[in-house]
């Protein structure tokens, strides 16, 4: 279990000054400072899938059988005349081959593009094909080394991805060819094939339909284990790459959070003093703006923690200001999940302070470092009752603007839990000038495109990070990081993150319910955490209702999800 404290939470909060020319770009939309090499042109394509993958090397595959056969059958019909024969079976034969040509050539045409091929067309152009092959088997005889030529076509085939056109064409080819060499070997028919059976015993004949059946059926089963094979191959494949860019990304969050457990922990220069009716003990938090203390109210011991600014902070006015205006943000906030304030200092106090309620438990950033990721029940029971707090900001005009997983803990009292916002230091007032002008203010994995664009910020902005908090929750992996802030900034504005679906075992419906909560424009969003909860329920149980999955596709047609690495 983490540590039993009150974060300052501003730890990996960052304040960016906002370019010129971003402010310039504002109305447009763009972020200006963007990592080398990118542009805000810059396509994003969906996650190809393993089957994805083999369908795109059977169109490939296909292109070369076309050129391949074409090449054949001219070959085969302009030597045709130097053999001799049954006329009728040459006749027959000849038209089978410019049926085979035509055919292909079709088929190479319409397969200009991709999306020229089906397996519908593939398919027809298989039955010419056997129709020809089993012209030219009659021609030279069934027992003639002719019905070799069905391995070389059944073994393209083979490797399709449907399963039914490819089992029909090998059925065909085995029950003609098996057809023919009994009617011939009963003597029901004649064979005219130049190749004939004679000299051939009846039991030659049969083993050696035995035979040709059993290099039919080898060829299909072992190309059909070829294609599983490889499916198999190229899903752990790509298991191996994601699970290795999951680790990259887990690692570069453990970092940050390695900063943050170093800056926290130890004697303080306030330990062991009074301020207000607290006595504080050792440090269990540190941030940019100042400590928070584990403290006892002198004569109850009632516990609390006691937020203080740094020295050197109090030089610095507007940051004092952003101090005190936190204290009067959580104090006016009187809901479960808003730590309660206890004490706030008095205005002519030498260092100002803040006092909250203790909490006992562990915040989501340590709760995820434990845990890697949270079923889909807690993830919902987060969402509700963090939402009844974004409601409560809301409704007194407050923007967080710094939600992320190190400001929301999970309190525990007994078997009680309750998950709380913490740190309003950077919380924006409705009808007060921002404390940062020209600034971007928060952290940049969890920030709303508005807000990186420095451009108007609501309570849909709180509503875009807790959606990436629950994707970084189910997931167990960050939905934006980089190597370098605006390489952070860049995939917010610009870029959606992995398919969720991907990297966790989770419907195909949460998918569209985190697209919303991602959404870039923030009339696209949910209107509130309760919204985004209700339609993340309907989601786990497979039930999203029209409106909702007709909104998700329409914005994820226009912005794929992002491809894997």
């Not at 319409?110 to 020229?116: E, L, N, S, W």
């Not at 039955?127 to 019905?147: E, K, T």
């Not at 699970?243 to 926290?264: T, Y």
């Not at 309570?459 to 167990?476: E, M, P, S």
């Amino acid at each position: 279990m983490g540590e039993p404290v009150t974060q300052p939470g501003s730890d990996e909060t960052q304040t960016v000054a906002e370019p010129a020319a971003a402010r310039r770009d504002r109305s447009s939309g763009r972020v200006s400072d963007l990592p080398s090499g990118e542009s805000t042109g810059s396509r994003v394509t969906s996650v190809i899938t393993p089957r994805e993958t083999l369908h795109v090397q059977e169109i490939d595959r296909t292109r070369t059988f076309m050129k391949v056969t074409i090449a054949f059958a001219v070959l085969a019909a302009t030597t045709l005349a130097v053999f001799g024969g049954d006329p009728l079976a040459k006749r027959i034969f000849l038209a089978a081959l410019l049926a085979i040509a035509a055919s292909c050539g079709w088929m190479a045409w319409q397969m200009r593009i991709d999306a020229g091929y089906t397996i519908a067309r593939a398919t027809g152009v298989a039955y010419v094909c056997v129709f020809g092959a089993f012209s030219g088997i009659w021609f030279f005889g069934v027992f003639s080394p002719a019905p070799m030529i069905l391995p070389f076509g059944l073994s393209f085939f083979s490797v399709g991805q449907s399963t039914r056109a490819v089992f029909a064409v090998y059925a065909t080819c085995a029950l003609t060819q098996a057809l023919l060499m009994v009617l011939v070997i009963s003597g029901a028919v004649h064979d005219p094939g130049m190749v004939g059976a004679h000299g051939l015993s009846r039991g030659d004949q049969v083993m050696i339909l035995l035979l040709v059946e059993a290099t039919l059926l080898a060829t299909y089963v072992m190309q059909r284990r070829t294609r599983h094979a490889t499916l198999d191959a190229i899903e752990r494949h790509d298991d191996v790459v994601r699970s290795l860019a999951q680790r990259d990304a887990l690692l570069r969050e453990a970092r940050q959070e390695l900063a943050h457990a170093m800056r926290a922990g130890g004697i303080g220069r306030w330990t062991e003093e009074v301020v207000g009716s607290f006595r504080l003990g050792r440090v269990i938090g540190r941030g940019a703006m100042g400590e928070v203390y584990e403290a006892t109210r002198v004569g109850t011991d009632e516990p609390a923690a006691v937020k203080l600014l740094h020295p050197h902070v109090l030089a610095q006015p507007e940051l004092v200001q952003r101090f005190v205006r936190e204290a009067k943000i959580v104090g006016a906030l009187s809901v479960a999940a808003v730590a309660r304030v206890l004490e706030v200092s008095p205005a002519d106090a030498p260092v100002p302070y803040l006092a909250m309620e203790r909490l006992v438990g562990q915040d989501l950033a340590d709760y995820l470092r434990e845990h890697k990721r949270m079923s889909v029940r807690h993830v919902l029971t987060m969402l509700r009752q963090v939402g009844t707090g974004l409601d409560a900001a809301r409704a007194a005009g407050v923007v967080h603007r710094d939600l992320k997983p190190r400001n929301l803990f999970l309190s525990r009292h007994g078997t009680h839990e309750t998950w709380k916002i913490l740190d309003f230091g950077v919380a924006r007032l409705a009808g007060e000038e921002t404390l940062t002008v020209d600034q971007i203010v928060g952290t940049p994995n969890y920030m709303a495109p508005e807000q990186a664009n420095g451009a108007k910020v609501t309570h849909k902005t709180d509503l875009f990070a807790l959606a990436v908090i629950a994707y970084r929750a189910l997931t167990g992996q960050p939905a934006f990081e980089g190597e370098s802030t605006a390489e952070i900034l860049y995939k917010v504005v610009h870029a959606m993150p992995l398919r969720p679906s991907e990297l966790a075992s989770l419907p195909a419906e949460v998918d569209l319910v985190l697209a919303v909560g991602l959404a870039k424009d923030p009339d696209d969003r949910f209107d509130s955490a309760a919204e985004l909860a209700h339609a993340l329920d309907a989601a786990a149980r497979g039930r999203v209702d029209a409106a909702l999955r007709g909104r998700a596709e329409r914005m994820l047609a226009k912005l794929p999800w992002r491809d894997a690495p």
